[in-house]
């Protein structure tokens, strides 16, 4: 389940930094290459389960309907429907972060090159080794590029964005989009089937542990903005929160 004080810490964790790019070269290139790699992986992931064909996580299961509703590839369709989320902070007033950019251009073609990599219409015994397999890529891409503080992906920033916005329980967000999404994806002609539901059970727990283990320390950096009032912000890891 998912609790109040986990999602506050993941809401500090994933909002952009305005001293995103200040830190030291050496820390700055690990976050670089941690967040490129956490999103190339995260689009592996996602093929790892699509390739599973036994159920898609809710917004996957929205990719898929529209793609076959349009004839679109699934990482185009992953894009556009980024940029489409995107587009829905700005009446929440959300501000992206570099993270948040890389993640609409790249997840879609990460996506496609698992894709292209993994045939379909596998045995039986494979799929069902490559939707845990998905879903253990996937959160451990979610903490690689959440943990280097580049800010978060869209439908994250929409969730909390939200949160923020109208104080409502975050659980209570998150599961409302996501039915939305899931409805909408279905009725496109989307794969719903038990691996939705053990997206929807286990993401949330492999999340928990992968984004404090991923997380980079960052050291203490001052607001350019906060030089009057003299406070200081830590960037250091927040605690582990409950989901990605």
């Known amino acids: 389940m998912y609790t109040e004080r986990p999602i506050v810490q993941l809401d500090r964790l994933m909002l952009p930094r305005h001293a995103s790019f200040r830190d030291p070269a050496p820390i700055l290139v690990r976050r670089l290459v941690q967040l490129y790699v956490g999103l190339l992986f995260y689009g592996i992931g996602i093929a790892l389960i699509v390739r599973g064909e036994l159920g898609v996580a809710p917004w996957d299961v929205l990719t898929q309907g529209i ?124 794969n719903v089937g038990i691996g939705t539901v053990a997206f929807a059970l286990l993401i949330g727990p492999l999340c928990g542990y992968t984004i404090p283990l991923f997380a980079i320390k960052r050291p203490t950096v001052e607001h350019a903005d906060a030089g009057a009032s003299g406070e200081r912000e830590s960037t250091s890891p927040a605690a582990a929160p409950a989901a990605p």
């Open 67 to 190: 793609s076959k509703q349009t004839g679109l590839n699934f990482g185009l369709v992953t894009v556009i429907t980024s940029v489409f989320v995107l587009l829905l902070w700005i009446p929440i007033r959300q501000k992206p972060g570099f993270g948040t950019i890389m993640n609409v251009l790249l997840v879609g073609p990460a996506a496609d090159l698992g894709l292209w990599l993994i045939p379909s219409g596998l045995d039986l015994w494979v799929r069902i080794v490559l939707l845990p397999a998905g879903i253990l890529v996937l959160a451990m891409a979610t903490g690689l590029y959440i943990g280097a503080h580049f800010g978060p992906g869209p439908r994250d920033g929409l969730m909390t964005g939200i949160h923020a916005r109208t104080g409502w329980r975050i659980w209570i967000v998150r599961t409302s989009i996501e039915l939305v999404v899931l409805a909408a994806g279905w009725l496109l002609g989307g």
